[in-house]
Every structure is written in C-alpha cells, then in structure tokens.
C-alpha cells in the first residue's frame, strides 16, 4: 500500500546551470513548485557501457505530495536528457510555516 506524502521534493539533474534555471522557471512559474534549488555536482555514473564523469546541475523542486505525478511529467517534457533523473523523496517532518507557505505557492486543485 502506497501513501501519498503531504509534501515532497523532486530531484533532476542536467548538464548547464542555463537548463536548470528553465527548468526551475518553468516549473514555479507554472505553480507545480513552490521553489527549486539549484547547486553544481560532480557525476560519476555508467552510461551506454561506459563510466562517465561530469558537471552537473542538481535541482531540487519544492512541492506538495499530490503534485507530484504532474511535476514529475513536466520535468519529462521539458527535459532534454534521455534518461532523466526524476528521483521523489517525501517530506515526513518540516518548518509548519514553510510547509504552509509550499501549499500557498503551489498549484490548487
């Protein structure tokens, strides 16, 4: 049995800091977020047989539980990776006023 979190955040990486910052604008314009941090990573993964290092942009997307299926198909569309990475993990505790505030800045029913 699967349950739906209250709030979660949704995690895509991408190869500039120019693509993260669409994607984040996109995404909190369109109220599918509250708000999307963006911070440089170094990736080592195996792609096509190969391990490849690089130069990644994290973006972290702010959201409510039920948004998530919606944001996690925008960040698909929008995305111009292959594979993207969409990786959800809930929020189980947090700041009342900030989870407040994530419900006020997002998308209503």
């Known amino acids: 049995m699967t349950t739906t979190p209250a709030y979660a955040v949704l ?8 693509k993260a910052g669409a994607l984040a604008d ?3 314009g ?3 977020a509250a708000c999307a941090q963006i911070c440089p990573v170094s990736s080592v993964y195996r792609w096509e047989g190969a391990v490849v290092r690089g130069q990644e942009w994290r973006v972290d ?10 944001l996690a198909a925008r960040v698909g569309e929008l995305h111009d990776y292959d594979t993207p990475e969409v990786v959800v993990v809930p929020v189980t505790d947090g700041s009342a006023a ?4 994530v419900s006020a800045e997002t ?3």
């Not at 995690?11 to 120019?18: C, F, G, L, P, W």
């Not at 997307?61 to 919606?70: C, H, N, P, S, Y």
């Not at 900030?98 to 505030?101: A, D, G, H, Q, V």
Request: proline share 0%.
């Open 11 to 18: 995690t895509t990486t991408t190869d500039t800091e120019e």
């Open 26 to 28: 996109a995404v909190v």
């Open 30 to 32: 369109e109220r599918l």
């Open 61 to 70: 997307f702010k959201t409510r539980g039920d948004l998530v299926a919606r």
């Open 98 to 101: 900030y989870l407040e505030w």
């Open 107 to 109: 998308a209503g029913d």
